[in-house]
């Protein structure tokens, strides 16, 4: 659950998440249908917002569901989002259609991670790509961006390391601007600091890039052999009203290439 520092009110935090979004308090006090001068009598104390101006300001300003919570509390008021347990009963009905999504994409590659990478469920696709990894990679609980850009991971797999691993960098990077998540920064400061994997002799050279128009960076992987080409997309819930549920993503990989199709295809039963 959300926390707050002591002495930290709600003004300073509001005005933090409204300079963070970079947005003015004429702005925001038009987009809320309010005034600037509410809004800066909010931000320096001099007036307490009620429950309603609070969600309705950090709607505005696209405050994450945990950050909305510790708001409602800075001004003294109990918290609006609870935070369940995937494995609480009430939770059932989403984690069955969580799974047989993951089921349904089979063979293709599919993930749920949680706000900091932790990953929550995958399929048999996910279980192909990390098969024969080291042990304390796979060691629960696993971490989506551990497992990718670890030296001992899929990196030394990726055709496309260098591409791939900006990519995931700066998403990484995007969150925690949109989060003040210091569990997701410590991550972010641990991968990457990790090496990239030394070139050898016997590495074959990178294979030539799939011919056809490129309409989304691909994830270039070995497996087996073969390289494999993928898209990456990723989804979350509309308007969650749950901590737990607002932090999920579903990470699905779309085969680029035929030969992909192809291969992945031929693994299934």
Same mark, same amino acid.
């Given at each position: 659950?959300?926390?707050?520092?002591?002495?930290?009110?709600?003004?300073?935090?509001?005005?933090?998440?409204?300079?963070?979004?970079?947005?003015?308090?004429?702005?925001?006090?038009?987009?809320?249908?309010?005034?600037?001068?509410?809004?800066?009598?909010?931000?320096?104390?001099?007036?307490?917002?009620?429950?309603? $101006?609070?969600?309705?300001?950090?709607?505005?300003?696209?405050?994450?569901?945990?950050?909305?919570?510790?708001?409602?509390?800075?001004?003294?008021?109990?918290?609006?989002?609870?935070?369940?347990?995937?494995?609480?009963?009430?939770?059932?009905?989403?984690?069955?259609?969580?799974?047989?999504?993951?089921?349904?994409?089979?063979?293709?590659?599919?993930?749920?991670?949680?706000?900091?990478?932790?990953?929550?469920?995958?399929?048999?696709?996910?279980?192909?790509?990390?098969?024969?990894?080291?042990?304390?990679?796979?060691?629960?609980?696993?971490?989506?961006?551990?497992?990718?850009?670890?030296?001992?991971?899929?990196?030394?797999?990726?055709?496309?390391?260098?591409?791939?691993?900006?990519? +995931?960098?700066?998403? $990484?990077?995007?969150?925690?601007?949109?989060?003040?998540?210091?569990? +997701?920064?410590?991550?972010?400061?641990?991968?990457?600091?990790?090496?990239?994997?030394?070139?050898?002799?016997?590495?074959?050279?990178?294979?030539?890039?799939?011919?056809?128009?490129?309409?989304? +960076?691909?994830?270039?992987?070995?497996?087996?052999?073969?390289?494999?080409?993928?898209?990456?997309?990723?989804?979350?819930?509309?308007?969650? $009203?749950?901590v737990t549920v607002a932090e999920l993503a579903?990470?699905?990989?779309?085969?680029?290439?035929?030969?992909?199709?192809?291969?992945?295809?031929?693994?299934?039963?």
């Amino acid at each position: 659950m959300a926390t707050v520092a002591p002495g930290t009110g709600v003004g300073p935090l509001l005005r933090g998440w409204r300079e963070r979004r970079r947005v003015s308090q004429l702005e925001l006090a038009l987009r809320a249908d309010s005034s600037a001068r509410h809004i800066s009598f909010i931000e320096t104390g001099r007036s307490r917002p009620s429950e309603e $101006m609070i969600l309705r300001l950090a709607e505005h300003l696209e405050v994450p569901v945990r950050e909305r919570n510790a708001l409602l509390l800075a001004a003294g008021y109990a918290p609006r989002y609870a935070e369940t347990s995937l494995d609480d009963p009430a939770l059932g009905a989403l984690r069955e259609g969580l799974e047989q999504l993951l089921h349904g994409y089979e063979p293709y590659p599919a993930i749920i991670v949680d706000g900091t990478y932790t990953v929550v469920a995958a399929n048999r696709g996910i279980a192909m790509l990390l098969d024969g990894l080291p042990e304390h990679l796979l060691t629960p609980p696993l971490n989506a961006m551990r497992i990718t850009l670890h030296p001992e991971g899929l990196a030394p797999k990726i055709r496309n390391l260098r591409e791939w691993r900006g990519h +995931l960098l700066a998403q $990484m990077e995007r969150q925690i601007a949109l989060a003040r998540s210091a569990e +997701l920064r410590e991550l972010y400061d641990e991968v990457a600091a990790y090496p990239l994997p030394a070139p050898t002799d016997a590495e074959p050279p990178p294979a030539d890039p799939a011919p056809g128009p490129v309409f989304a +960076l691909p994830l270039r992987i070995e497996h087996e052999g073969r390289v494999l080409s993928f898209v990456s997309s990723i989804s979350t819930f509309n308007t969650p $009203m749950d901590v737990t549920v607002a932090e999920l993503a579903v990470e699905t990989l779309l085969p680029a290439d035929p030969a992909t199709v192809k291969y992945l295809q031929s693994l299934t039963p």
